[in-house]
């Protein structure tokens, strides 16, 4: 049995990745499953999808714990997570990455493949959508499925959903993520430490389930403890406001999801703070006079 794990944020498709992955191993008759793991369900946050591919039926419905291949979607991941716990000693890592498989520490000497999945999603999709280029990465890093089945299972799944054309620019971007994935060996130079976790015992949690305010080891807990869930690495781009175009009409501050516009009244100014804007771009869609442009935030 091949199992995959994928590490992604919301919104960019690693549970699509994983049913699509499993679609191309059915199309080579094999067996395939595919499931998502969520936690709170928000645009940029760290998500988990699985597939399992064999000959056989497959009757394991865990998560996958010891994956042959670990799949990135983004890598600024590697900065809070260990993506490469469990990877077995003969593992692969496909990264969506501007370096070179040699330039990427993932603590460990590991057989990489790297790709710049966002470049050839923009360049292609015009949006920093990478499941189907980090597809095209994983069937030249990993060789489990062909790309020409890759291919196919996606311009079924998104053809179906989205439309012929979506599909076929979809299968393109997977092909051209094949072409250029660079393969080679990551270097092992940080010290991997596993993040600390919050796991209360029964009789630490609050009559009703209301959490209350407090600090635990793994951080702040309760109202208030988003202070410290700073955002600025789940951006692709962010917005650049351009104060001689700006008329203060504040429809930016009022629309705004997580509240990262604050007026300065001493200089009669808007500023947006990066440390928690995840760059949705609504800012920029609802300025009346296109004062706001979203710009690349990381490349």
């Not at 419905?61 to 994956?67: I, R, S």
Request: hydrophobic share 40%; charged share 25%; with cysteine.
């Amino acid at each position: 049995m091949f199992e995959v794990r994928f590490h992604g944020r919301g919104g960019q498709g690693a549970v699509m990745a994983a049913q699509t992955l499993a679609e191309a191993a059915v199309i080579e008759g094999n067996y395939a499953v595919a499931f998502p793991f969520f936690g709170a369900e928000r645009r940029g946050a760290p998500v988990l999808a699985f597939t399992r591919i064999d000959p056989k039926k497959i009757y394991s419905k865990t998560q996958v714990y010891a994956p042959d291949c670990v799949v990135v979607l983004d890598d600024s991941l590697l900065d809070t997570i260990d993506v490469v716990a469990g990877l077995k000693p003969e593992g692969t890592v496909v990264i969506n990455s501007k370096d070179k498989p040699e330039d990427i520490d993932l603590g460990e000497e590991i057989r990489t493949g790297a790709i710049n999945a966002t470049s050839v999603a923009l360049e292609i999709l015009k949006a920093p959508i990478t499941n189907t280029t980090i597809l095209g990465a994983f069937a030249k890093a990993a060789g489990v499925v062909k790309i020409e089945s890759l291919e196919d299972a996606i311009r079924r799944r998104f053809g179906e959903k989205l439309g012929k054309i979506v599909g076929e620019k979809n299968a393109l971007a997977a092909r051209t993520a094949y072409e250029k994935t660079v393969i080679g060996r990551s270097k092992g130079i940080k010290k991997l430490e596993p993040k600390k976790q919050w796991l209360p015992a029964y009789q630490e949690l609050p009559t009703g389930g209301a959490l209350v305010e407090g600090k635990t080891e793994a951080g702040l807990i309760g109202p208030g403890s988003f202070i410290e869930n700073k955002v600025m690495g789940w951006a692709t781009f962010r917005p650049v406001r351009d104060r001689e175009k700006c008329t203060m009409c504040l429809l930016c501050w009022f629309y705004c999801p997580e509240g990262t516009i604050v007026r300065i009244s001493d200089r009669g100014d808007l500023m947006t703070n990066y440390d928690y804007c995840k760059g949705c771009g609504i800012c920029a869609n609802e300025c009346p006079v296109d004062a706001i442009k979203m710009v690349r935030a990381r490349v």
